[in-house]
Structure formats: C-alpha cells, structure tokens
C-alpha cells in the first residue's frame, strides 16, 4: 500500500513537473513567438508617416506652393520671387528667401534622418547677417518634414515662407551646383572688362517671355535665353544674379525680358501695360501708380511707371517705397528694370543714373 501510494505521488509529482514546464515553456514559445508580430506592427505603423529612405531621393528642386506664393500675380509674372530649395546629391542645398527687400539665394547643408530633413544655412555675405557682431537676423536652422517623393512642408516661418506651408517638386533627380540655380533666374553676370566712369559693364543670359495684351505672360522657357550687356554703378552689391544692394538696402533689380511679336510694339501707357493710376492690386498690403512718363533716348524708347507701395514683411524701418520701373525698347525686346527710392521724385541727378543704367542695356548677337 505504501509502494502503491509512494508510487502514485511520485508519479503526480513527475506529472506535474512536466505540466508546468510545458506550461513554462508554451509561455516562454508564445512570448517568443509574438515578438516578431509586435516588431512587425510597429515598423508598419512607422511606415505609414514615413518614407522609405533607402528608395527615396531628395535631390533636386522644391517650389513653394502656398496660396501666397501660387497665386497668378507670383507663378506667372513674377517667378522669379517664388521661394525654393535645392537638395544637392553632396549634402548642400540652396534656399531662394522671399523678404522685403527682394530675393536672396542663400547656401546651406542639409541631412536627413527617417521622415525630416534638417537644414543649416549659411548667411555670410548676405543681408541676413550683421557685420560688425556677425550676428543673423533670422534663424539659421530649419525643418522639413518629407510628405511623399514630391512633397516636403516647413516647419518654421520664414519671411513670407510661413510654417506649414508645402514645397512641391519639380524636375527630376539634379545634381546642382550654385551656377545652374543663378543661370536658370536670369544667368550669371559675367565682368567683360569695360570700365567708364564709375559704371562696370556686365554680360548676362536672360530668358525672355512673350505676350500679347501685357497681362499674361507665356511660362518661361529657360531654354528660350538672349545675351545682352549692361552697365551697373561700382556702388552696386550683386544679391542674386538679377538684384542689386547698396549699403544693404536693395536699390534696384531686372525685372522680365519680352520678345516683340512682328508689328507689336511697347505699349507707352499705364493702360496700355494693363495698369491704371490709382489703388491696383499686385501682391502687396496696398499700391497705386502715381504717375507715367515717356520718355526719349537716343536709338530706343523708354517708359516709366512710377508707384508708391508699402512693402510687407522685412526691415519696418522701411515704411513706403517708390519703385520706378523703366521699360527700354531695344532691338526688338522690351526690358523692364525697376529702382527703389524712398522719395516720390528722385532729384535730377538720380533720375538721370536711373535712365543711364535702363539705357545701357544692349543686345549682343
């Protein structure tokens, strides 16, 4: 009876050690087999709001599209204003600024780590730095967040850049170096040697546009480019290929080159630019033209337009501007170059270097 019960609670212990170490086990099975299932959900649900890097190429051109930025007056008539970034195949960018005293193409670094790309500009020479303290007026530093292969966001403002706003991808993958993003905007101004009496004369590579009614434009074709020439003051800091500082104030800038159709002619009237005296909205808080004059110079035909604006955003030491754009009829084209006064009637002498700089622009064939 003892053996009989000896051998029963040996044989219920030896089932039950084996009982709990399955069952030890079967837990030990199930916590390694549901692992790999709990891995496998958190990398799908990374993956939603995250591209696949190792696919994935940044490189190339972003526009800004905001609502700002994409209306008709920007896209179409002044592209050349619109922000963008460049992601370079080495790790360096550019970074086109949009602020009130016009346009900076700025250079940078950029890295980019799962879904944000994080971006380091570099300002010196630039009017977003301080000289004397080396100082930046607005951050050096910023984010954006990959959306899809075409799509990145801002995660910081930026002058008229604000947070949140989407940069689209044009183009394909690029590799860019800082002379194609100047040449695509207007080429770069080349010295050709020519001094006279303070001015320098420079060569340029402008893309030209065509109209019929001076309101719409065609989209620019950069491959539809001409060669001209024009003489710039000494004075005269280039800030972008096509934007001229003077003691860190913009002073003046080329506006658009448009070819004359066979028997079109440059209109010599507000009216006839698709322009009225009075308010007229063109981008800014307010505007009006205030006055147009023809005028005459030897061998070509000048126009001006003169406007009183208040410039948004930027430096609010600068409370009205009176842009005064020169349009030149030469040899078949139309140039438009604008200049910056703070006064509503430059003095005599001023107006006169303003139409000899807007009349020594000279086609070369």
Known sequence: MKKFTLTIMITFLIVFMLFSGCTRLSAGESQIAEMPTVIET??????EGTINMPDFSIYGKYICSSDYFSVEFFLEKHSEAVPFIYFNEDGKCIFR????????????????????????????GTVFIDKETAETYIPTEYIFSIVSNDEIVIGDDCYGVRAGD???????????????????HGGIPSSTGVEKDGYKEFLYTRVVIETENWIDFTPINSKDT??????LPDEYDFMGPTVFFNAGQKVS???????????????????????????????????????????????????LAREIVEP??????????????????????????????????????????????????????
Not at 226 to 231: N, R, S
Not at 254 to 282: A, C, I, Y
Request: some cysteine.
């Open 312 to 365: 948004f955003g930027g430096d609010e030491s600068i409370q009205v501007w009176y842009p005064h754009t020169f349009y030149v009829e030469n040899s078949g084209f139309v140039f438009a170059i604008t200049f910056y006064p703070l006064v509503e009637y430059p003095e005599e002498d001023v107006m006169d270097a303003y139409m000899k700089i807007a009349t020594s622009i000279e086609l070369v064939i």
């Open 166 to 184: 989407s940069f689209l991808r044009v183009g394909g993958k690029t590799t860019i170096q800082e002379e194609d993003v100047a040449a695509e």
């Open 226 to 231: 001409i060669k001209h020439t024009i003489m």
């Open 42 to 47: 958190e990398s799908e649900e990374s993956s």
């Open 97 to 124: 600024i949009n602020y009130l005293g016009g346009v900076c193409e700025v250079n940078g670094f950029y890295n980019i780590e799962k879904d944000l790309i994080y971006v380091d500009l570099h300002f010196d």
């Open 253 to 303: 800038e080329l506006s658009f080159v448009v070819r004359l159709k066979e028997g079109q002619r440059m209109p010599e009237t507000l009216e006839g630019f698709g322009l009225k005296l009075g308010p007229h909205d063109n981008g800014y808080d307010w505007a009006n033209y205030y006055d147009e004059e023809l005028l005459s110079a030897a061998g070509v035909s000048v126009f």
